[in-house]
């Protein structure tokens, strides 16, 4: 069940693209790309499947799509029949993070740097300024040249002010965070990324950094806006998730592959993570996705 690499170039002349895509159903391949992707949906409805995300989707909603995450909206059954009128619509604009790597080391553009960093795990933005992005997204098709660029910038800087938003792929799933390097975080995430497989106390975890574990754990807590278990089990069950795609083990294989001691507590914390139980995420996943993995362009 291997995402497929897309390959689609960001014209020469050009920074970034912009497409207004309509069709009958949208693409029907579980993918990724090395630009970074913003995607407006405007009509149409189904199950987006971002990183081991799997939620509904509707129209109106925006969603920020970092380098190499693989992602799918996959329309309902009614979109794809033969007599269907419906329509699959959305406004999609792709660039690569290159294109503002030059502004991203003044002081100025910190929320974009940040705003970047959280793509890597996809992003769906909820705030109440979501139809003024729309809006502006819309002006990209009549603009050029220095205002163009302009706009857009302006997009993505109302995007990193966002408050509400929701992170979609779990921190399991990406394999690193793009942290600052001076970053106590960052020195905690490494080593559970490299460890998670075996236990990890809280106590092992604040001594990383040189913290008492009371001051370490309000520390991620206000950092991270969740506590340290919390992100542990995050980690080992996006990585079960990766493991349970690739349908390579057995349920009890990925169980213990992913640090987990006991199945009943693996099917327990996954379901609490998940809202369904390990068997019921492979079918739900393979079902989407079942015969279609080969589509092209």
């Not at 690499?5 to 920074?15: E, G, M, W």
């Not at 929320?111 to 997204?137: P, T």
């Not at 660029?149 to 779990?170: F, R």
């Not at 399991?172 to 106590?184: L, P, R, T, Y």
Request: glycine letters at 4%; aromatic letters at 12%.
């Amino acid at each position: 069940m291997d995402a497929k690499l897309l390959k689609r170039s960001v014209n020469q002349n050009r920074s970034f693209v912009v497409e207004q895509h309509s069709y009958k159903n949208f693409l029907k391949v579980w993918h990724y790309h090395p630009e970074i992707e913003l995607v407006v949906i405007l009509e149409s409805s189904g199950t987006r499947f971002v990183g081991d995300s799997i939620e509904k989707f509707k129209p109106g909603e925006i969603v920020l799509i970092g380098k190499n995450l693989p992602h799918l909206w996959l329309n309902e059954d009614k979109y794809f029949e033969n007599n269907s009128e419906l329509k699959a619509k959305a406004h999609v604009i792709r660039f690569y993070d290159s294109f503002v790597t030059k502004f991203l080391s003044i002081p100025e553009m910190k929320a974009l740097r940040d705003l970047f960093k959280r793509s890597k795990r996809g992003i769906k933005f909820e705030g109440d300024s979501n139809s003024e992005v729309q809006h502006s997204v819309n002006s990209l098709f009549n603009l050029h040249g220095l205002k163009r660029i302009k706009v857009l910038l302006d997009i993505l800087d109302s995007l990193a002010s966002q408050n509400q938003y929701k992170l979609l792929s779990s921190a399991g799933f990406v394999s690193s965070f793009e942290n600052e390097k001076e970053s106590k975080i960052l020195r905690v995430y490494e080593y559970v990324m490299q460890n998670f497989k075996e236990d990890i106390s809280l106590d092992e975890a604040a001594g990383i950094v040189n913290m008492n574990p009371s001051a370490f754990s309000r520390y991620f807590k206000k950092t991270q806006k969740k506590t340290f278990s919390q992100f542990l089990k995050e980690v080992k069950i996006g990585y079960a998730c990766k493991l349970l795609l690739e349908q390579t083990y057995n349920v009890s294989e990925v169980c213990y592959r992913s640090g987990f001691n006991n199945i009943s507590n693996f099917n327990r914390q996954f379901k609490s993570e998940k809202k369904m139980t390990p068997t019921q995420y492979v079918k739900k996943h393979t079902e989407a996705i079942k015969g279609v993995r080969n589509e092209i362009l």
